[in-house]
Nanobody, 120 residues
Framework: QVQVVESGGGLVQAGGSLRLSCAAS????????MGWYRQPPEKQRELVAS???????NYADSVKGRFTISRDNAKNTVYLQMNSLKPEDTAVYYC??????????????WGQGTQVTVSS
């Protein structure tokens, strides 16, 4: 069993910055891919960014140039630095850790989510 816990969410003004953290614990498998998804009100959950153990990253077009994902493999922790925040970034942000072979997800665990609210 793997536990995933997010932190760092909150209220921020448009144009501001916020840094999210996600720590995985338990029976961590390696290598793995860690990532951030978000679900705005009344919308589907969508990928924000992901990063492999080797450091390969993937970003949604809507956050490229504004968000940066990074990780500390020794701590099994992933971070999301969010800059130039916009009201449309408001959502519940979810962290996940997964074992992936090519594009096939073999195991996946999700956190409970952390609320990010960007005011106008």
């Amino acid at each position: 069993q793997v536990q995933v816990v997010e932190s760092g969410g909150g209220l921020v003004q448009a144009g501001g910055s916020l840094r999210l953290s996600c720590a995985a614990s338990g029976n961590i498998f390696s290598p793995n891919t860690m990532g951030w998804y978000r679900q705005p009100p009344e919308k589907q959950r969508e990928l924000v960014a992901s990063i492999t153990s080797g450091g390969s990253t993937n970003y949604a077009d809507s956050v490229k140039g504004r968000f940066t994902i990074s990780r500390d493999n020794a701590k099994n922790t992933v971070y999301l630095q969010m800059n130039s925040l916009k009201p449309e970034d408001t959502a519940v942000y979810y962290c996940n850790v997964r074992r992936v072979i090519s594009t096939i997800v073999l195991q996946e665990y999700w956190g409970q989510g952390t609320q990010v609210t960007v005011s106008s």
